[in-house]
């Protein structure tokens, strides 16, 4: 099966070395070529055009956002360069209404559409264990399960239609964002309280207080290391998907819109490109707090 | 040891009958006749009244709040039935600055005390499996300890002096209520997408989106079964805490204040002894969203 990954960002650079690990012909397309670069080294074959590629079964797309989909799907000359009846799995967080959109123009060009965003991190996409919340038609799902096979430890089948893929990302991305904002408030307010934050760590972690974001986050806090898993300015996206998509239909999401307050707040201040942990810096600002690793 | 637990709510009486089931004497003091029964039917020794009690070395304060718990301590009889440098282990979520108060005015009187609240539901306090954070002197923490063995499965010893257990209550009770209210939200928003709530949680519960409260809770919300395990009000009192020690000290905490927000509406509206997930009453209420078991 000769694969196309476009874009080899944290998620994608780790679905592309995993397919290459489990054998399939893998096209790695990024604009920066450093990604392409580290992707050469994992034996894998970049390409720094998509007029190199030729006869591609499956096209995993792992850009950051709806308009890049689209515009890597429907503005490029990438759809000439898919084998009749290829399979093209969109990884990307994106409106529910917008997937089902796209998958028609994808389906109306006579390709198959799964609807298929990602979880669990960079470190797991490296390990071929991300999870995957996809949704499409049988025949499609049946043929992309090698591919799932190799990037992925989980693949939660959610219907036949494209959608449902969409709308419980999009739900996970609510809890997540929320969950890293409460996990910064708590660290902070633990921070006034001069408490030992490894302590606190050590401790919610085995209480009904913790969350795998306030597991997996807090300790950035604690140690002072915004190194960037995530980033800010993946939540200022995803939860202003969450609170457009909620608000279009009049759902009331009050914490989302307090959570994403913060991280756009974080944004303009030049940490958008911050571990999303790095929120706390606004709360910590706020508080006259001073957390580990600031130099106030 | 004789020992007494005043308070036999869903913690209290599961602590009470842990001891009882540990081989300590114990006496249990409740204004709810029912509970006295009830503890009565598990070999406990039941009174109506302090007066009834003599010779206590350690007595257990599980009542709802710290009014309710210096009440007790300082305005019934009860030290008087206390032997010298008899142990008090208050139990009771309240503000650090008063778990200190109350120390103070304890050891003046003589005895020791450990500030020692709880964490992990009914469930685990009836198998003697509850959480303690407790902090106080080292000989204090020595002879509680056959008292933690039996209604614990952790005790984290967090310092010498009273507060610092109920400054990582704090925290927890923050994270808590606040994850609560996020899986509400959550759950709203995918009943409004037609989402089916049962995949909704199977799928977050394995994703980055999970938390303890959202596996605990979300589940009361999809079956529409709001029987309280622990109530709004609690956490009306317990974010109330919160927000109060944070704003005292100028500390920002949006997320907590959003969730308090919610659980004040539900509680004024009438919800405030169904369990915490009802918050997602009012958030339905907003979004005009049909939940599982609503009757609109």
């Known amino acids: 099966m000769q694969t196309l990954v476009i874009g080899l960002g944290s998620m994608g650079f780790g679905a592309a070395v995993s397919c290459v690990r489990a054998g399939f012909q893998t096209i790695g397309f990024d604009i920066n070529p450093d990604a392409l670069d580290r992707f050469q080294a994992e034996g894998g074959h970049p390409v720094q055009?998509?007029?190199?590629?030729?006869?591609?079964?499956?096209?995993?797309?792992?850009?950051?956002?709806?308009?890049?989909?689209?515009?890597?799907?429907?503005?490029?000359?990438?759809?000439?360069?898919?084998?009749?009846?290829?399979?093209?799995?969109?990884?990307?967080?994106?409106?529910?209404?917008?997937?089902?959109?796209?998958?028609?123009?994808?389906?109306?060009?006579?390709?198959?559409?799964?609807?298929?965003?990602?979880?669990?991190?960079?470190?797991?996409?490296?390990?071929?264990?991300?999870?995957?919340?996809?949704?499409?038609?049988?025949d499609a799902m049946r043929d992309a399960k090698p591919v799932f096979d190799a990037i992925s430890e989980h693949v939660f089948e959610l219907g036949d239609d494209p959608g449902y893929g969409s709308r419980m990302k999009l739900v996970n991305q609510l809890l997540a964002g929320v969950h890293i904002a409460a996990a910064a408030e708590a660290m902070n307010l633990a921070a006034s309280l001069d408490m030992d934050l490894h302590q606190v760590i050590d401790v919610i972690s085995k209480c009904a207080g913790s969350s795998w974001m306030f597991e997996n986050r807090a300790p950035h806090i604690a140690d002072g290391d915004y190194t960037p898993l995530s980033s800010v300015n993946i939540f200022v996206k995803d939860l202003g998907i969450v609170t457009d998509e909620a608000s279009g239909n009049q759902v009331a999401t009050p914490l989302s819109e307090a959570a994403l307050s913060l991280y756009q707040k974080a944004s303009e201040l030049g940490l958008g490109s911050e571990d999303d942990s790095a929120v706390v810096k606004i709360l910590a600002q706020q508080s006259k707090v001073t957390l580990p690793g600031s130099n106030t």
Chains 1, 2 share one sequence.
């Open 49 to 138: 055009s998509l007029d190199a590629c030729t006869g591609i079964d499956c096209v995993l797309i792992f850009v950051v956002n709806a308009a890049q989909a689209e515009s890597v799907l429907f503005e490029s000359n990438l759809l000439s360069k898919l084998n009749p009846d290829a399979l093209v799995i969109n990884c990307v967080t994106l409106a529910p209404s917008k997937a089902i959109e796209i998958a028609k123009n994808v389906k109306g060009n006579g390709f198959r559409y799964i609807d298929a965003p990602v979880s669990g991190g960079a470190a797991k996409a490296l390990e071929g264990r991300m999870s995957i919340m996809a949704s499409g038609a049988p």
